[in-house]
Nanobody, 114 residues
């Protein structure tokens, strides 16, 4: 079945870095447009970045220049390198196929202290 397992979150001070990973199964990963999403407490889930099967990338303005999305098709894994973290980046981070609203994983908590 379709499954996404996120990992790599944690508690970090402002200005720090984290690298998130998402292992996907049950989908034709190399053909999928993969996205990272986040949901802060009391807010709606938002799209942070996505990467197409040919490597085209999009970022939400608030993370441009700080976050980098990448993928390893051999490992069915998508990554999110997060640098220069800010307290407003605090959220639960999820991955999923872009545009799909199903099969959400548990996410990984990222907490940035000021």
């Amino acid at each position: 079945q379709v499954q996404f397992v996120e990992s790599g979150g944690g508690l970090v001070q402002a200005g720090g870095s984290l690298r998130l990973s998402c292992a996907a199964s049950g989908i034709p990963f190399r053909l999928a447009v993969m996205g990272w999403y986040r949901q802060a407490l009391g807010k709606q889930r938002e799209l942070v970045a996505f990467i197409t099967r040919d490597g085209s990338i999009w970022y939400v303005d608030s993370v441009k220049g700080r976050f980098t999305i990448s993928r390893d098709n051999a490992k069915n894994t998508v990554y999110l390198q997060m640098n220069s973290l800010k307290p407003e980046d605090t959220a639960v981070y999820y991955c999923n196929r872009y545009g799909r609203d199903e099969y959400w994983g548990q996410g990984t908590q990222v907490t940035v202290s000021s």
